[in-house]
């Protein structure tokens, strides 16, 4: 770009030479006769010449560098006559930056640019015919700072005329490339900078990379990066993005032309980024969109079945119209027909499908456990993607069968009777499905090691008693069942030990006394009766310091002088009496407070009475039915001071609930355990009424654990867990049933040791409706009791063992609520049908099957709770047995398969789903991957988010948390064992 050139002016040029008589303004034509300025100086005659031209002030426009175009003619010294020595074939040239124009500039304020010498010089001959050989010298000068410049030419004696001079600058010129408008650019001060300049994106126009370019000190564009996309709807055509026409599209920026509509769709607009799918065609939101529209399949073809017993095995031909796509499979609809009503009923969880009953891909499938002699209908719908964008368009084919006579399912229940030292009762339960009326039973026996030696008894009733055997020694029992079609299979091995001659002896000896004692028991209630009857008065048994005398004359009054059933199973309880009653030597068991008439007697009995004084309360920690909860300082006399927690018993009770308040404390007391809540005493004279136990710096565990989501190695969890059982079975030891053990009753102190507390199952309930079902018996805590308690009340150890495998799932998940958000009467109905809570996250093998063995529906096959301490003790001693985790993708095992795509759950696409957990930041990584539908989300593992770039732990926690949720919901607690 010119700043300056002076052939182009017409006018003066305004320079200023120094001293006048120097150079010299002289007026020529150029080549095309156009007049031009010309400035000469030719003073070689004379003796120390010093002749300035300066130029007017110029506008450097920005530029940081220009160039100085000069061309002049020069003449040789050596043609001039005589040679003169004071002749110069050279001139120099300066400049002055100035941001306003004003001349009044000293020579030595002026920077030299450079001495210029011509290539060529002329001679008088070249004078004589008229040859003017013109040099053209070129020099930058840069970087510049200010808003302009001056020039100035000095001569010291030369001979020469200065006939053009041309000022410029550099730049890039503007230009469109990939769709990106890069305006003018001036080149940088440095002649080796590149300078990077952005484009901006033409009309219609996109881009995922800011478009960029390179201008050189040269003004060329070079090293582009970047481009513009012509946006969706729109193509690129001659540099400019043209948009669409009707019938064409163009869904992305990254699609290089609008396409012509796929089949089945068309578009009536300009710039489309899809196509409309024409009536009763469909394409899913994970079909790209250059895909024709489908439609669902038809129905499947010439179906055929096969009979075998109870087991019936279907094959079809594939459809004749897939709807256009490959991805069809299929689902079987299984009915039981009542052939005199008409009706047909849903057939129910009880039968099985294999492979599998959603989903299939092959033609054929076998479905077994079905009932005998009846009549079923199976509909076999052909499904492919589109197919649930349109309901009511069910194609299906039927096929209607009847069930054979079939053998009895194996016998799975067998009880042991009276056991001799000769002779083993046994009792069983009718097969769960006899499949007809059960002829016999065929009972097979034989001694342990001995199976090619066995004794066969056959019966019709459900009990035997096999007699004959050895003393001391192992049998192994099978049975089965007849029915008109034939014997069933045999059960499992039971195994029954006979009584050793020894115990046997001792028994029957130990009859004697009993006998002997018996008679004098006799006589003595005679005795009492006479006496009673003689003395129309009866004896004051109180309340527990009753006599035994008066206890065995009053049998009634043991259940309130002291007795308590040490577990709620008639198999399991033991009868125990207390002050003055029949005891066991030695063994040290729980006294239910609840038995005694009088409250206050059994808290002083099994708690210590503190004063008041002694207490410090600091502040509220929290609150409960009967009052506040406060921690604080206890001072005893001739004791440290000790921090702990206080239960007040708020004003204005009643005695209902005084009584219940201080029960807890009864219970309390009795226990002596480094696992379980210590109490230090009660306050009962004076007001507030107090309960004050040992103080545990961290709460609850449930809380603490989710404040702390993984924060703990697996061997602190399993150390938490270790405690937590090992108090249980001093518990259990001691005869006492829970009944509320959760991780929200254990509390966790400032060395990560737990403690069962929380001993008032009643309050708890009520403080926490939801966690609670109410049946006529009480409230129970559903998500954490096991099956037979809540359905008959029935709570033993066992029960509470089910309890721990709760507690177990809770711990090693930080706190996750156990069976999320099922009702309570959703998971009363899983549990009963066979469903267990997944493994969690990262969760050690031996753990999770540690919980599913305390979840077994047979509460004889659960552990008991030293079994668990030392397993748990075993692990902990070699941590290495703990690296084994279960697989992510087997924790919900055959879930899609007997269940169905996840995808036709609560969320339409994955980016919905995505959204609504709160890790929308996903969705496209999940896309780029292939995981395009909620499908193909549900066999995602945890290694799989890894690999994603998913990293932080609290977010794949979080993914997997949902999908294991959704899975739950969507069999709506139908997942087996």
Request: net charge negative.
């Amino acid at each position: 770009m010119n700043l300056l050139d002076s052939r182009t002016v017409m006018g003066d040029l305004g320079w200023i030479a120094f001293p006048k008589n120097g150079w010299e303004e002289i007026g020529e034509v150029d080549e095309n006769y156009a007049p031009i300025h010309t400035y000469q100086v030719c003073k070689v005659m004379e003796q120390n010449q010093n002749n300035w031209l300066l130029t007017s002030w110029i506008s450097n426009e920005g530029a940081s560098r220009i160039f100085i175009e000069l061309k002049f003619t020069l003449r040789d010294c050596n043609s001039l006559p005589g040679g003169l020595g004071t002749c110069k074939e050279t001139f120099n040239m300066y400049y002055f930056e100035s941001d306003e124009n004003g001349r009044n500039i000293k020579e030595n304020q002026y920077i030299k640019i450079d001495t210029i010498a011509a290539d060529e010089s002329f001679t008088e001959l070249d004078l004589g015919d008229r040859v003017m050989k013109l040099n053209t010298e070129v020099r930058d000068v840069g970087p510049l700072s200010k808003k302009g410049f001056y020039l100035a030419f000095q001569d010291v004696g030369a001979c020469i005329a200065l006939v053009s001079v041309r000022v410029y600058y550099k730049k890039c010129p503007s230009v469109v490339r990939h769709l990106a408008v890069f305006p003018d650019t001036i080149t940088g001060a440095d002649s080796s900078q590149l300078l990077e300049v952005s484009g901006s994106c033409v009309n219609h126009s996109v881009t995922d990379e800011p478009p960029k370019m390179h201008c050189s000190a040269e003004g060329e564009w070079l090293v582009p990066i970047g481009k513009c996309m012509c946006k969706a709807g729109y193509e690129e055509e001659n540099g400019t993005c043209q948009v669409c026409r009707p019938g064409f599209f163009k869904a992305s920026p990254h699609s290089q032309s609008c396409s012509k509509c796929p089949p089945h769709s068309y578009t009536h607009e300009e710039a489309s980024t899809s196509c409309v799918c024409e009536k009763d065609y469909f394409r899913r939101e994970s079909d790209p969109p250059t895909m024709a529209c489908t439609r669902p399949p038809s129905a499947p073809r010439n179906a055929i079945s096969n009979v075998n017993e109870t087991s019936v095995f279907l094959e079809w031909i594939p459809p004749a119209d897939t709807g256009g796509r490959k991805d069809v499979s299929y689902y079987i609809a299984c009915k039981k027909c009542n052939s005199h009503a008409g009706v047909c009923d849903e057939c129910g969880g009880h039968v099985r499908y294999l492979p599998q009953q959603i989903g299939l891909k092959n033609t054929s499938v076998m479905m077994v456990d079905l009932l005998a002699h009846t009549n079923y209908t199976f509909e076999i719908e052909a499904v492919n993607g589109v197919s649930d964008l349109s309901p009511g368009a069910r194609q299906y084919v039927s096929v209607n069968v009847t069930t054979n006579q079939a053998a009895p399912s194996p016998v799975t229940n067998v009880k042991k009777g009276k056991i001799a030292k000769n002779s083993i009762s046994l009792s069983w339960q009718e097969p769960d499905r006899p499949n007809g009326i059960i002829l016999e039973y065929e009972i097979k026996y034989f001694e342990k090691d001995q199976e090619t030696s066995y004794t066969i008894i056959k019966s019709k009733e459900t009990t035997i008693t096999a007699e004959g055997l050895k003393p001391a020694s192992v049998y192994v029992f099978q049975i089965r069942a007849r029915t008109a079609a034939g014997y069933g299979v045999f059960s499992r091995r039971f195994e029954f030990e006979t009584i050793p001659v020894s115990v046997a002896a001792s028994s029957d000896q130990s009859q004697i006394p009993i006998i002997a004692v018996s008679v004098t028991v006799g006589v003595i209630l005679l005795a009492v009766v006479i006496g009673f009857l003689l003395s129309g008065s009866c004896c004051d048994c109180g309340c527990g310091r009753a006599s035994s005398l008066c206890a065995v004359a009053h049998p009634s009054l043991i259940w309130r002088c002291g007795y308590s059933k040490a577990k709620q199973d008639p198999e399991e309880e033991k009868m125990h009496f207390h002050n003055g009653h029949i005891k066991l030597p030695g063994v040290r068991t729980y006294i239910d407070p609840h038995t005694y008439e009088d409250p206050n007697q059994a808290v002083h009995e099994f708690a210590k009475e503190i004063e008041a004084s002694c207490i410090t309360i600091e502040r509220v920690i929290g609150a409960g039915e009967f009052g506040e909860v406060c921690s604080g300082r206890l001072k005893l006399p001739g004791k440290r001071e000790l921090p702990v927690a206080i239960k007040t018993l708020k004003v204005g009770y009643t005695e209902k609930q005084r009584r219940d308040f201080l029960g807890e404390a009864s219970i309390m007391g009795q226990f002596d355990h480094p696992n379980i809540i210590h109490l230090e005493g009660v306050v009962t004279k004076s007001k507030p009424v107090m309960i004050v136990t040992e103080y545990m710096e961290n709460g609850s565990l449930d809380t603490f654990l989710k404040k702390n989501d993984g924060q703990f190695t697996v061997i602190q969890l399993v150390g938490m867990l270790r405690g937590i059982a090992a108090g249980m079975k001093y518990l259990s030891d001691m005869g006492y049933v829970h009944r509320d053990l959760a991780a929200r009753n254990i509390l966790i102190n400032s060395n990560l040791v737990c403690k069962v507390s929380d001993f008032g199952l009643s309050r708890v309930l009520e403080d926490d409706p939801e966690a609670a079902y109410t049946t006529r018996g009480g409230k129970i805590p559903i998500r954490w009791t096991a099956p037979e308690a809540i359905a008959f009340r029935k709570f033993t150890s066992a029960s509470d063992v089910w309890s721990y495998g709760i507690v177990m799932w809770e711990v090693v998940s930080y706190g996750e609520r156990p069976y999320w958000e099922m009702t309570n009467q959703d998971v009363i109905k899983a549990v009963e049908e066979g469903y267990r809570l997944p493994s969690p996250m990262d969760c050690p093998a031996a753990l999770y099957q540690l919980m599913l063995d305390c979840w077994q529906k047979d509460r004889n096959s659960r552990p008991k709770f030293d079994e668990i301490v030392n397993m748990l003790d075993k692990l902990i001693r070699n941590p290495s047995s703990l690296k084994t985790l279960v697989n992510a993708s087997s924790r919900v095992p055959n879930l899609l398969a007997e269940h169905g795509s996840l995808g036709s759950g609560a969320y339409r696409s994955v980016g919905e789903w995505l959204e609504a957990i709160k890790m929308g930041r996903y969705t496209e990584i999940f896309m780029e991957n292939g995981y395009s539908s909620m499908d193909a989300v549900a066999q995602v593992t945890l290694e799989d988010l890894r690999r994603l770039g998913v990293t932080l732990v609290g977010h794949q926690k979080k993914i997997m948390n949902s999908l294991q949720e959704m899975k739950v919901q969507l069999v709506n607690g139908m997942v087996p064992l």
